[in-house]
């Protein structure tokens, strides 16, 4: 069920003027959200629309935890994730804008210890994942949760490693970008990490529900501090609900690992509309695709993801799945937040929500080029659907993607999957060949207007090595 929300929409330092949370998008969102929790085994979501500085919706569904029964609610504190490197991409522009950092200087001027193969890495390239600094402590890993190592610590380990790439000639998402960007803000501050958010952007913006939980394990005894109206994390596994949630030890917390509520997030947003936050510049640069060496854009600008929905720009960023998705489209100066505490969800629910408040595309049924096999095109369509119903065919992958890809993909899914409304058309855009492989890419139009582009790298004998999507 949506909760009540009138009580909350003064918000105290911001005032965020409420829109009619009657309206068709509201509602379409409501009946959207509701089935996503229901088909998903999903407990509780809460969802924040703001647009032009003024909250246009803001709700709240099932329950936050299952044992005491306790609601989700706006002031509801979920676990976002990586969805914290919205407030870390924040901090870094606004400690440009500050004149404390440049995002194209050089990392021996702000760490003059700094190794000498490290020479042509600069701030940018640690906030895009394309410095080339060593990947070997993952995200998630099993080294990163169990270590209570320091930023200065991690640091150390990491500039004593060799490169695993040259500045710039990939973008690969990971961990140690991240502990050393956070160690340069350190350095040039003069503040912790955890401070500098806190005094920056927390108190200033009046955030009351957002801080980090101090999880730490010591043997068998995991400690963590007491976070109010915090949401139970769960995960659905053989037909049963199970606890489950993200340790993040101090040296990640810019890549994830704050507890925040719509209603924070929602000041945010506000702030970035009324310019009184990071300038609309600062927003521009953020936003910005890094360029790789080779020209292509890379995945991320500064600590943002990056993409297109209905033809206009947007950036923002997901964590666990969909446990936070937060999505703006500047342009409109719309922004879209997502909360929820269930794991497994592909990161798809703020696009489908900003679906709901913006323009249809014109082009969604325009003819592709001819499908000479649509044998292919079935098997592609099969790993499209079955990716998001939990019903992938190993067959269908090369047997290195079934060893390293296809696990992956198999950690999402749901058999009954709502977080795309049904295939209804299917287009072939390209179909290319590069020396022994080749890549197909079609458009997908889900319900009426909900539009994907998918990228199909196939091996010699046709079987997928990736899969990606792009929102349209």
Not at 179 to 190: D, F, I, P
Not at 347 to 358: D, E, N, Q
Request: aromatic share 8%; net charge negative; with cysteine.
């Amino acid at each position: 069920m949506r909760s009540s929300t009138q009580a909350l929409l003064f918000l105290p330092a911001l005032v965020l003027s409420a829109g009619c949370a009657t309206s068709q998008s509201a509602r379409a969102t409501d009946t959207y959200v509701q089935a996503v929790l229901d088909k998903n085994h999903v407990p509780g979501a809460a969802v924040a629309v703001v647009r032009d500085g003024h909250l246009e919706q803001l709700s709240a569904y099932g329950l936050a935890d299952l044992e005491d029964g306790a609601k989700s609610e706006p002031d509801t504190a979920f676990q976002i994730a990586s969805a914290t490197k919205v407030f870390t991409g924040t901090l870094v522009m606004l400690l440009v804008q500050e004149g404390k950092l440049g995002l194209d200087e050089p990392l021996s001027k702000y760490l003059p210890d700094a190794p000498e193969t490290w020479k042509g890495i600069t701030v940018r390239h640690l906030a895009a994942h394309t410095s080339g600094v060593t990947s070997g402590l993952k995200e998630g890993s099993e080294e990163q949760t169990n270590s209570n190592a320091s930023v200065a610590e991690r640091y150390e380990a990491a500039r004593k490693g060799p490169l695993d790439y040259t500045p710039g000639e990939r973008s690969a998402y990971g961990l140690t970008d991240f502990v050393v960007l956070t160690h340069v803000m350190e350095k040039v501050t003069g503040q912790g990490f955890e401070e500098l958010l806190r005094s920056r952007l927390f108190e200033p913006l009046g955030f009351t529900c957002t801080r980090y939980e101090h999880a730490r394990q010591q043997g068998a005894v995991r400690i963590a501090d007491v976070i109010p109206r915090r949401a139970t994390t769960y995960r659905y596994v053989d037909g049963a609900q199970r606890r489950s949630w993200f340790l993040y030890p101090p040296h990640t917390y810019s890549a994830g690992g704050v507890f925040s509520c719509v209603k924070d997030l929602a000041r945010w947003a506000v702030a970035m509309d009324q310019g009184t936050l990071l300038s609309p510049e600062s927003q521009r640069e953020a936003a910005t695709a890094f360029k790789l060496n080779d020209g292509r854009e890379g995945g991320f600008g500064v600590a943002f993801t990056h993409g297109t929905l209905r033809g206009l720009k947007m950036f923002g960023h997901s964590g666990g799945g969909a446990l936070g998705d937060v999505l703006r489209v500047p342009e409109k100066k719309l922004t879209v937040i997502v909360l929820t505490n269930g794991m497994g969800l592909l990161p798809m629910l703020a696009p489908v929500v900003a679906s709901h408040y913006l323009p249809p595309l014109p082009e969604l049924d325009a003819p592709g080029i001819p499908d000479a096999e649509p044998a292919l095109t079935a098997v592609h369509r099969g790993a499209m659907e079955g990716l998001f119903n939990g019903t992938l065919d190993a067959a269908a992958f090369a047997p290195s993607a079934q060893q390293e890809l296809l696990p992956i993909l198999q950690g999402f899914g749901s058999p009954g999957n709502a977080l795309l409304p049904p295939l209804r058309r299917l287009t072939p855009l390209e179909d290319q060949k590069d020396g022994d492989k080749r890549k197909r890419v079609y458009r997908a139009v889900y319900g009426t207007d909900v539009s994907m582009k998918w990228t199909f790298r196939l091996d010699p004998a046709g079987k997928i090595l990736d899969l990606e999507y792009e929102w349209e």
